[in-house]
Structures are given as structure tokens and as C-alpha cells.
């Protein structure tokens, strides 16, 4: 099925919902306040179908007091059926209207002058005068047909449909990342939980599992509607209606974007372009963004004509996108509007983050990759690159590839200025000159250096490799020359003292690996060894004793039971000054031995 989705604007009482009606049979106004009132409260969907063809309509309030409400509905037009009254011409909120459609960039725009049977041709035109007018000062707009139309002129309504069934919907890909924004929530009897919102990006199947970010649960899609028709799968651009499962109706609201988990993650800030005439340093708006909105508080960084970039600083998690396209909203009017460019926190200095948000706008990826390269020394992540640029973890490396003396890890998605490895290889050397004898690997050099992928460590190995200074010795690596099998009984004498110096309060083996400068396997191997021999004791994960000092704490508890009747954890704390981890585990091992009783918490002698 090819749909279109077409919403509607213009000021209160121009005739849009009327308009709808005539065109699809649809009455939009099916709340009681709205029939009350005679006005569109919240967002109408009604549709029309030819053959194949699909038209979607969003019917959204003209009234000033709703204009979140109609931002929410036309965040998803393919293309705008902008109304104006033939007796009133262009009035405030259809002049607010044509400001949110700009600054969304909804481009195309069929002009309906509406209650033509009112006015004679003269004033048609002059209508039409002033739209043409209005419409060329705003850049994004562009006005594809005019319509002259009457509820009770048939014809003229059949001229419309007609010209509707041409138009093609925006083109769109079947390739992204579902993205949707909830804008409806309401449960079915018989059926639970319903949302409906339109696909902004990507698609969504019956049976698959979506995340909830507002929530932070996942649910499980029980059925895709567009319209009357249940479909496998919906893509980008269609209006649909999902029913979820899984989640529950109190955990659903207006506003909340469903997507795949882990692709968003969710922040207070927001670096951003601004087109607004009167937004000042530090003023409090509201930031719309498809069906949600936001307090936030702009900070402007830097300011031309009306054009700015600004960071939001918002009172709750927010989970933007690159070039997402947002409102401003202060005292219930349009203030201006633009597009996101930096959704996660990047600490930058201010003249930095105004370059790096410039070559955002121009989406020069090129350079902003390289500045980050440049200011982060200590490489910085491309994972969460669909949410900060738009690109594919494949795009975003072919993109850092051509930036000059850098390394991309394409395995971590990590991104390093050159100098990174001679770093690293600076730490090794250090390493070896203060420990002879150490032992390492790309892991363990990794597991010290939080900041280096294994990767960029095993390359830094791999150089000092062919300059002889370091060697490879059965799977880790030494200082050249020095015997493995040596090192290996040294190594194991080197643990064994540790543990006996630190008697019944050993280290854990990872603090003892980084104190000898050794990887994880290597020690790892020389404490099985030594337990293999009963040298030391494994009382509880990463705790080991030497054997001498068990003993020693086995008979010390055992004498607070001759003296007190029992032990515990209370009275053994008291006695051997110990913490509670360790008196637990030597509690646990007097419980293996034949003379001794476990009495609730106190262990006694048997007998």
C-alpha cells in the first residue's frame, strides 16, 4: 500500500475538520468537549483510500491555547493542506501555523481557501495574494497547488481528492532505526493496550520487541495497524497504531519514544541551532519535540541576526538525535525553532564546541571527527553513533579512515589520535624498567589503561616487539631476555610473600597482579599453582590465604569458643580485628571441620 500522510493547519474555525469530512466521510471532532466547543482539541486521524493509494489525515487544533498539540501533529506530515477562510484571509494562528510548518521543514504545502460560497472572486484572489506573500518569506515552505473550495460545492472538493491521489509521500527508507513517538495512549477490551504515533525512521514487524526509553521497559509488538487494515510491517512515514504487550497502560505515555534498546541513550543537555527572533540568555521555553515536550533553559553560545547555537538544559532525561527538528514554545506562543545537532554531552571548551557544532551543521563529519580526535587524546566512542550523527557504525568508520594520523579500533568503535600508541608504549617501557621481571598483555595493559581498547594496546605491543625490546613468551609478554621458567618460580614466590606479608587480610589477586605489573592469566596460573600445592588456601572469590595463616585464624576462633562458649561475627570482629568479609569466609571454613558445631549464628564446639 502507498500512503501519504497530509495534515491539516490553519486558524480555528477555517474549516479544516469540515474540510476532512467532505473529503472522507470522517468526523473528526469525536470527543464531547470537541463537539461542545466545535473546535479540534486534540490530534484527529481519519484516512482515505483509492485502490493501492492511502491517504493519511492529521487533523490539528487551530486554537492558540493548542498549539503543542498541533507541533505534535506536524511533526509527521509528508505534506501540509494549509486552510484559510475566504472571508477572513490569513489570521494570527494561520500565520503561527506557517512558522511551525517552516521550522519543521515540512516543504510541501496545498493551499485550501475554504468557504468560497461566502466571497466573490475578487476576494478569492486577494486571499490567495496574501498567502503568496506570507508564504515567500519563509525558506522551507514551498506552495504546490491552490484550491478554491466549498463544502457545498461538490466539485470543487472532488477537484481536491483528485489532486491529493497524485502526490507522492516524501521518499524514505526501509533501512534506519525504528523511531517513534508515542502521541495517543488507550487500552481495548479484549485487545489492552494501544499506542498510536507515526514512524519516523525505520520499521516495526508484528512479534518483535521495541523499547519504551520514557520507561525504560521493553514490550513485545502484538499487532501493527494502519488505519482499518492489520499488516505485518509498517515503515518509515506511516501513521500507526501498535498494540503492546508486556507493559503496562500506566507505563505509556504522550511524548515517549519507542526504538531498539540500546541505540538512545538519555541526557539533560542538548547543543542545538536556533532560528528565533527573541530568545534570550538563560530564558526558561518549552522544547517541543514530536509528541514531547520539555522545560528546558537555553543557553546561548553564540549569536547572528536570528540565527544561534544554544544548549538546553532540560529537568528531565531527553533522548534526541542528530538533526532532529524541534519547536520553541514560551507564554503559549511560537518563539522560534531548529534542529539538533549535538544530543550527547561532549565536554567541550566554549570556542571548541562552537566549531564542533558548526561543521555539525554543515555536517562535515570530516572535521568534527577530527576535532574530537584532537581534544580527546585519550580517543573517544562512535557506538552511539546513529544517535550523535545519524551514521551507521560502518559510515562513521569510513568517515574516521580518511582523517589523517589516527587509528580506528573497528571492533571497540573507538577512535585514537596516533600519538595514543606511542603513549602506550611509553607506559611498557616505564613498566619494565621499574619491574624486570613483569609479565603482560594487550589485556592487561587494556584492564590499566580504562581509556585503551585491547586492540590499540596489542598495536603498541607489536611495535615494541619488532624494535626488541619487549618478547612474546608462551601467549604473554617479557622484557627480552628473560627466562619464562625462571620468572614463572618467581613469580609464584612474588605472590606467595604478598599473601604472607598481608597474613589473615590478604589483597584481592587482581590489586596483587597490578602491584607486580603482571596480566591476569599469568597470575592466575601461579595461584592454581601454589593452591595446587597447598601453599594457599581459596577461602571465597578473590580472597586467598596462605595455608600458615588459615591455621592461624582456624585456631584463634577456636579459642574465643573455649573462653566465650561461642563464636560469631560479632565477638571474632572484636578479637581479630578484622572486617566483616573476611571474618565470614574463616567462619565458613571452621564450619568444614569435624569438632565444630553451627548453632543459628554462633558455632560451637560439638559435643
Known amino acids: ?62 486554537h492558540e491555547s493548542l498549539v503543542k498539540t498541533m507541533i505534535s501533529g506536524a511533526y509527521g506530515f509528508d505534506a501540509c493542506l494549509f486552510v484559510v477562510a475566504a472571508n477572513d484571509g490569513l489570521m494570527p494562528q494561520s500565520l503561527e501555523h506557517l512558522q511551525i510548518l517552516n521550522l519543521l521543514q515540512i516543504k510541501s504545502l496545498i493551499i485550501a481557501v475554504t468557504k468560497c460560497d461566502l466571497v466573490d472572486e475578487s476576494r478569492i484572489e486577494q486571499v490567495k495574494f496574501e498567502v503568496t506573500e506570507a508564504i515567500s518569506r519563509l525558506k522551507n515552505l514551498e506552495i504546490l497547488e491552490f484550491f478554491a473550495v466549498s463544502i457545498k460545492d461538490a466539485q470543487s472538493i472532488a477537484e481536491l481528492r483528485d489532486y491529493l491521489f497524485t502526490l507522492k509521500p516524501k521518499n524514505k527508507s526501509e533501512h534506519g532505526v525504528f523511531r517513534y513517538y508515542i502521541d495517543r495512549v488507550f487500552s481495548l477490551k479484549g485487545i489492552g493496550s494501544v499506542v498510536t504515533g507515526t514512524i519516523i525512521e525505520g520499521s516495526v514487524k508484528k512479534g518483535e520487541k521495541v523499547y519504551n526509553y520514557g520507561s525504560g521497559k521493553e514490550a513485545i509488538v502484538r499487532s501493527v495497524q494502519i488505519h482499518d487494515s492489520f499488516v505485518d510491517v509498517a515503515y518509515e512515514g506511516s501513521r500507526v497504531a501498535l498494540n503492546l504487550t508486556g507493559i503496562e497502560l500506566n507505563e505509556l505515555k504522550k511524548g515517549q519514544l519507542l526504538s531498539k534498546k540500546s541505540f538512545f ?21 518549552t522544547f517541543c519535540v514530536g509528541a514531547q515536550t520539555a522545560s528546558a533553559k537555553a543557553i546561548i ?45 561532549e565536554p567541550l571548551k566554549k570556542a571548541q564546541k562552537i566549531l564542533f557544532l558548526n561543521h555539525l551543521f554543515k555536517k562535515d563529519f570530516t572535521n568534527a571527527f577530527t576535532l574530537l580526535k584532537d581534544t580527546h587524546k585519550n580517543g573517544f566512542g562512535i557506538i552511539s553513533s546513529y544517535q550523535r550523527f545519524g551514521l551507521t557504525h560502518e559510515e562513521a568508520v569510513n568517515i574516521a579512515k580518511q582523517i589523517p594520523s589516527v587509528y580506528v579500533d573497528e571492533k571497540a568503535l573507538n577512535i585514537y589520535d596516533i600519538s595514543a600508541i606511542s603513549r602506550i608504549k611509553e607506559i611498557i617501557k616505564f613498566m619494565i624498567e621499574k619491574n624486570p621481571y613483569a609479565i603482560f598483555s594487550a589485556s592487561s595493559i587494556s584492564l590499566k589503561l580504562t581509556w585503551a581498547s585491547e586492540e590499540l594496546c596489542q598495536k603498541a605491543i ?57 596480566d591476569r592469566l599469568s597470575g592466575d596460573n601461579a595461584l592454581k599453582k601454589l593452591t595446587g600445592i597447598k601453599r594457599v588456601v581459596r577461602l571465597a572469590h578473590n580472597l586467598f590465604v596462605t595455608s600458615k595463616a588459615l591455621n592461624e585464624a582456624t585456631s584463634k576462633l577456636k579459642e574465643i569458643i573455649k573462653t566465650e562458649g561461642f563464636v560469631n561475627v560479632t565477638n571474632a570482629k572484636d578479637h581479630l580485628n578484622l572486617s566483616r568479609k573476611y571474618i565470614i569466609a574463616y567462619l565458613e571454613y571452621l564450619d568444614t571441620m569435624p569438632d565444630i558445631v553451627k548453632n543459628g549464628n554462633d558455632r560451637v564446639m560439638k559435643g
Request: negative net charge.
Open 462 to 518: 607489536d611495535e615494541l616487539c619488532k624494535s626488541s625490546l619487549i618478547a612474546q613468551n608462551e601467549g604473554v609478554y617479557t622484557k627480552t631476555g628473560v627466562d619464562v621458567k625462571e620468572l614463572k618460580v618467581r613469580l609464584e614466590e612474588r605472590i606467595y610473600q604478598i599473601l604472607e606479608s598481608s597474613n589473615l587480610a590478604p589483597a584481592a589477586p587482581y590489586n596483587i597482579y597490578d602491584e607486580l605489573e603482571i
Open 301 to 345: 553560545l553564540s549569536q547572528k541576526d536570528d540565527s544561534c547555537f544554544v544548549t538546553f538544559k532540560f529537568e528531565k532525561d531527553m533522548f534526541l538525535k542528530f538533526d532532529e527538528p524541534f519547536v520553541l514554545v514560551a507564554n503559549s506562543r511560537v518563539i522560534g525553532g531548529g534542529r539538533v545537532l549535538n544530543s550527547v554531552n
Open 1 to 62: 500500500m502507498n500512503s501519504l500522510i497530509i495534515g491539516t493547519a490553519g486558524h480555528i474555525d477555517h474549516g479544516k475538520t469540515a474540510l476532512i469530512r467532505e473529503l472522507n466521510g470522517f468526523e473528526g471532532d469525536v470527543l464531547e468537549e470537541e463537539k461542545k466547543r466545535g473546535i479540534t482539541i486534540d490530534l484527529s486521524f481519519s484516512n482515505l483510500r483509492r485502490g493501492e493509494d492511502n491517504i493519511a489525515f492529521i487533523d490539528v487544533p487551530g
Open 265 to 285: 541513550r538519555g541526557f539533560r543537555e542538548a547543543d542545538c541551532f536556533v532560528n528565533a527572533k527573541n530568545l534570550t540568555h538563560n530564558e526558561s521555553v
